[in-house]
Nanobody, 125 residues
Framework: QVQLVESGGGLVQTGGSLRLSCAASGRTFRTYTMGWFRQAPGKEREFVAAISWSGGGTSYADSVKGRFTISRDNAKNTVALEMNSLKPEDMAVYYC??????????????????WGQGTQVTVSS
């Protein structure tokens, strides 16, 4: 059984930083792409960032480029999202995702095989 467990969400002021972490188990973690999505109230789940199995390839939504950084540690089966210069529009539930592909970076929810339970990020203005 595949499990993705997020941690690190919380309340931060505009301009602040947070680091999200996702611990994966039950799958050969290192062979799959990983990513983060987010969903704000009343909105669809949207792509945030993705990383290749090796960590050598990454992609980001335009809205977070230059502010967020995704990384992974295959030895520890973890993926992280470093979020800087947070804005009120970044406020959402953030979900860790394990992709269907071993090489193609995810960019849509239908490219995800497994989801974490989500962690809330609140940005106060």
């Amino acid at each position: 059984q595949v499990q993705l467990v997020e941690s690190g969400g919380g309340l931060v002021q505009t301009g602040g930083s947070l680091r999200l972490s996702c611990a994966a188990s039950g799958r050969t973690f290192r062979t799959y792409t990983m990513g983060w999505f987010r969903q704000a109230p009343g909105k669809e789940r949207e792509f945030v960032a993705a990383i290749s199995w090796s960590g050598g390839g990454t992609s980001y939504a335009d809205s977070v480029k230059g502010r967020f950084t995704i990384s992974r540690d295959n030895a520890k089966n973890t993926v992280a999202l470093e979020m800087n210069s947070l804005k009120p529009e970044d406020m959402a539930v953030y979900y860790c995702a394990s992709g269907k592909s071993t090489y193609r970076l995810m960019g849509r929810p239908d490219e995800v095989d497994y989801w974490g339970q989500g962690t809330q990020v609140t940005v106060s203005s």
